[in-house]
């Protein structure tokens, strides 16, 4: 039985050593992907993740995109700095403060919407509506597995 586990985990780490370098080359291309005026692919993250939700705590933030608070404080405050983001202290907690999306945020991530979706668009062109769907059945049944276990 410990066997036959370990076999499909080489499988899967084989099949994942294979997909991300080909998902980057051919699909996502972060730097077009994420292409928004002058922001790396972080900053849009928080931006599309604030676009969601009214308001976040930093802790929030950094636990759904995976940075730590550190590393996510420069990044928050330089969309603060450009007008895209607003601190607001809780009521409740004066310790906790909110972060949420300004006016001209929600534009930036309306803007980059319409420009991801056309990029997207481009490269699914030769996939007919059935590869399309089945695309997106794949990517929500991996979301919800890693979701689950990690």
């Known amino acids: 039985m410990k066997k036959l586990r370990e076999e499909i985990v080489e499988r899967i780490l084989s099949d994942f050593l294979i997909l991300i370098p080909l998902l980057n080359k051919k699909l996502l291309r972060e730097n077009e992907l994420y292409k928004l005026d002058d922001l ?4 849009v993250q928080i931006l599309l993740l604030l676009s969601k939700n009214k308001q976040l705590t930093m802790s929030e933030i ?7 608070n550190s ?3 420069p990044l928050v405050d330089k969309l603060i700095k450009l007008g895209y983001l607003k601190r607001q202290p809780s ?3 004066r310790r906790v403060v909110h972060i949420s999306l300004t006016a001209s945020g929600k534009k930036q991530v309306e803007k980059h919407k319409v420009y991801a979706v056309g990029f997207l668009e481009e490269q ?4 007919d509506e059935d590869k399309l769907k ?5 990517l929500n049944g991996i979301n919800d597995i890693l ?4």
């Open 40 to 43: 790396y692919p972080s900053h």
């Open 91 to 93: 009521k409740k907690d």
């Open 62 to 68: 950094s636990k759904e995109i995976h940075v730590i």
């Open 134 to 138: 089945a695309l997106e059945a794949h």
């Open 71 to 73: 590393n996510l404080t």
């Open 124 to 127: 699914f062109e030769k996939l």
């Open 147 to 150: 979701e689950i276990q990690l």
